[in-house]
């Protein structure tokens, strides 16, 4: 079953501090692991995304981690701002086509 | 550019009625996909297309039908609403090929509420 697993659904950290969020999937055929970032009342946006030959990929204040063994991989947002809050959504794709979402994480940055 | 537009922005209508969400993208993305979003549910595909007269069922697509006769346009059709169809639609459009492949642009959405 195709199936990407997220968590935690919500979480809030202090300005300042390392935002962590994680996923799983199960199909091994995923070959594209992207995160987006919605806010409310719009459409998501891309915000970095990963490929399974390469285990970290730093954007920023962004970094996606990866761990192909573990089917798992994770959203680190260093130095979290206010303007971070927001909900993020995991996904995977085979061949870029048919992604599936994570159920989202609202995340808020207290000021 | 545009980008991906999407209307009607809000929608409401009566179980039994159907109707056609527009979706239009101007980057000549071959790739264009519907969502729905949900509440703790994430985003799921209903349909998708892989360019002009080829579409594809995805996760959710029983109650809609597709057509994609240009790049550019790729409307979702709501054959006879239920109340289970309220939801939040979101159109996505990206690139198949080359260095920005596969990553997914999408709408603003059309909230549809279904009475």
């Known amino acids: 079953q195709q199936q990407v697993k997220q968590s935690p659904q919500s979480l809030i950290v202090q300005k300042g501090g390392i935002s962590i969020i994680n996923c799983a999937y199960e199909?091994?055929?995923?070959?594209?692991f992207p995160w987006y970032q919605q806010f409310p009342g719009k459409g998501p946006a891309l915000l970095i995304a990963i490929r399974p030959d390469v285990s970290e990929k730093k954007e920023g204040r962004f970094t996606i981690s990866f761990n192909k063994s573990a089917k798992q991989f994770s959203l680190h947002i260093m130095d979290s701002q206010p303007g971070d809050s927001a909900t993020y959504f995991c996904?995977?794709?085979?061949?870029?086509?048919?992604?599936?979402f994570g159920a989202g994480t609202r995340l808020f940055v207290k000021a | 550019n545009a980008g991906v537009t999407q209307t009607p922005k809000f929608q409401v209508l009566k179980t039994g009625q159907s109707m056609t969400l527009q979706c239009a993208q101007d980057?000549?993305?071959?790739?264009m996909s519907w969502y729905r979003q949900d509440p703790g549910m994430g985003l799921r595909l209903i349909h998708y297309s892989v360019g002009a007269g080829i579409t594809d069922q995805g996760e959710v697509p029983n109650g809609y039908n597709v057509s994609r006769s240009t790049t550019e346009d790729f409307p979702l059709r709501l054959l006879s609403a239920a109340p289970s169809q309220t939801s939040v639609y979101f159109c996505a459009s990206s690139l198949t090929w080359g260095p920005h492949t596969y990553e997914q642009y999408f709408g603003p959405g059309t909230r549809l509420t279904v009475t």
């Open positions: 980057m000549n993305h071959e790739y």
């Open positions: 996904a995977a794709s085979a061949g870029g086509f048919k992604t599936i």
């Open positions: 199909n091994t055929a995923f070959d594209y």
